[in-house]
């Protein structure tokens, strides 16, 4: 059974910091690894998708990697602001059919960028 | 592009009343899922739908819960009766598996509490 595990589960930073979130997945046999972004009583929104053939996806100031024979991905944020506040998911997508849909989730990171 | 439309928002209703909650995709994605998310966690698949068949509903509480997608667009999630543990958030997602990318696309969900 596929577990993910997000580490830390909540970060304090100042704005201007770079930072790293972490993500372990413990099946490296995945379709594919996507970060979400979700805010207060909202819905999640897609950030990155890595296919499981690819080692990084970069958009804007954030960077994903992917290493799947370890199991782990970072998402990287450059030059964090207040607005990145909000909590970072991380999910896995299993190889095989019509599967790719059933994602495991993390726990999430909950990220607050202070002014 | 209109992207995945959910309703209701938000529902306040008492154990052992029902509830439905509605759902739709993406214009032109073929599947469409249930996610619940309980406070605190990463959210969970529920049911998997590809066009109006059901692909996966092995986390699906079906003494309570059912769901349909008549006509592969639209779909209906119930529950019936609710328990105080069906408090969650209810995700749908929608996913075009076009150049086989497989991402998914979450709407802003309906948030239950059962009192």
């Known amino acids: 059974k596929q577990e993910v595990t997000q580490i830390p589960a909540a970060l304090s930073v100042p704005e201007g910091e770079n930072l790293v979130l972490n993500c372990s997945f413990t099946?490296?046999?995945?379709?594919?690894l996507q970060w979400f972004r979700q805010d207060p009583g909202k819905g999640l929104t897609s950030l990155l998708l890595?296919?499981?053939?690819?080692r990084e996806q970069t958009s804007g100031r954030l960077n994903a990697s992917l290493d799947k024979s370890s199991g782990r991905s970072t998402l990287y944020i450059a030059a964090s602001q207040p607005g990145d506040s909000a909590t970072y998911l991380c999910?896995?997508?299993?190889?095989?059919?019509?599967?790719?849909?059933?994602?495991?989730f993390g726990q999430g990171t909950i990220l607050t960028v202070h002014p | 592009e209109a992207g995945v439309a959910q309703s209701p928002r938000y529902k306040i209703i008492e154990k052992r009343q029902s509830v439905a909650f509605w759902c739709n995709p993406i214009?032109?994605?073929?599947?469409l899922y249930w996610y619940q998310q309980i406070l605190g966690q990463g959210p969970k698949l529920l049911i998997q739908?590809?066009?109006?068949?059901?692909?996966?509903d092995s986390q699906l509480p079906k003494d309570r819960f059912s769901a349909e997608r008549l006509k592969g667009v639209d779909s209906t999630l119930k529950i019936q009766p609710a328990k105080l543990e069906d408090s969650a958030v209810y995700l749908c997602?929608?996913?075009?598996?076009?150049?086989?990318?497989?991402?998914?696309?979450f709407g802003e969900g309906s948030r239950l509490t059962v009192l």
């Open positions: 099946d490296s046999a995945i379709y594919n």
């Open positions: 890595i296919q499981s053939s690819q």
């Open positions: 739908f590809q066009n109006n068949g059901v692909v996966d």
């Open positions: 999910a896995v997508s299993p190889r095989g059919g019509t599967s790719y849909g059933k994602l495991t």
């Open positions: 997602a929608s996913s075009f598996r076009g150049p086989d990318t497989g991402e998914l696309f």
């Open positions: 214009s032109g994605h073929a599947t």
